[in-house]
């Protein structure tokens, strides 16, 4: 009878232990899967930066910050993914200012009047 609650005590022990070792396994996981996700923002932010070199001018403004609002909108997104569902509103919010900037980029390599009725109806959207 005492060799039985040892064994049930002894189960119980080791059925916590495992739970709390593929808890951490998970946590560890998740936490390596931030890290490669931020290494390819960073890396897809380098290639599009180079994207950029060959281009002068407002062009290539346009493109830097394009590559830049890209890499800001995909951190905000990475960082809703860790947060959870609650926190997608924020990335949203997060998100808008790199598009306007983006937007008004573009509009700043347009000519004359078409640069004007760009730029405000990047100004109404954002």
Sequence with gaps: MQTLRKMQALLGACTILSAFVLGSLALGSAASEQMAAKRH????????????EHLRGAAEQACERQAHGWAEVAKAELESQRRGARQARQAQEDR??????????????????VRGRCADGAARRG
Excluded: T
Aim: aromatic share 4%; glycine share 4%; charged share 20%.
């Design 41 to 52: 923002i960073s890396m897809q932010f380098r290639e599009n930066m180079l994207k950029c």
């Design 96 to 113: 808008m200012p790199a598009q306007l900037k983006v937007a008004q980029a573009r509009c700043n390599a347009l000519p004359g009047r």
